[in-house]
């Protein structure tokens, strides 16, 4: 059970990492990862239901172990937030180019004019 609980701990910092590195291929390859742990953290939980019927006791080990995955998620949660704020505002701001119709066409350039929004990309 521990070593479930380690091998979720080392995917989440996996991912940690991958936040912290420009290269969204680093993202991407991560992502496995974190299916792999949240499939080790539910047997885990199983185990700990079972166990905890019988004994009436979590061991010291897991409950440290599973005290300091909780602390790997409070550090890698604002990683994320930014993530997801950095991408929104990414979405925005080519949502603000041009619209295209249904065909794949850019619309034409009066419908442009209408919608006040201009996107300008340097360098």
Known sequence: MRSKI???RDRIEALRVALLS????????ALPGL???ALCLQTVEQEVREGAAVANLVPYEIRRELTLLKNDLRIIAPL?????????????MLGAGPTYTPSGEPSA???????????????
Request: without cysteine; hydrophobic residues 40%; positive net charge.
């Open 6 to 8: 380690k091998r979720a």
């Open 22 to 29: 420009p290269a969204v291929e680093q993202i991407a390859a």
């Open 35 to 37: 299916e792999e742990a």
């Open 80 to 92: 994320i937030g930014h993530g997801v704020a950095f991408s929104n505002a990414w979405a925005k």
């Open 109 to 123: 350039p009066e419908q442009l004019g209408r919608s006040g929004s201009t996107l300008s990309v340097r360098g």
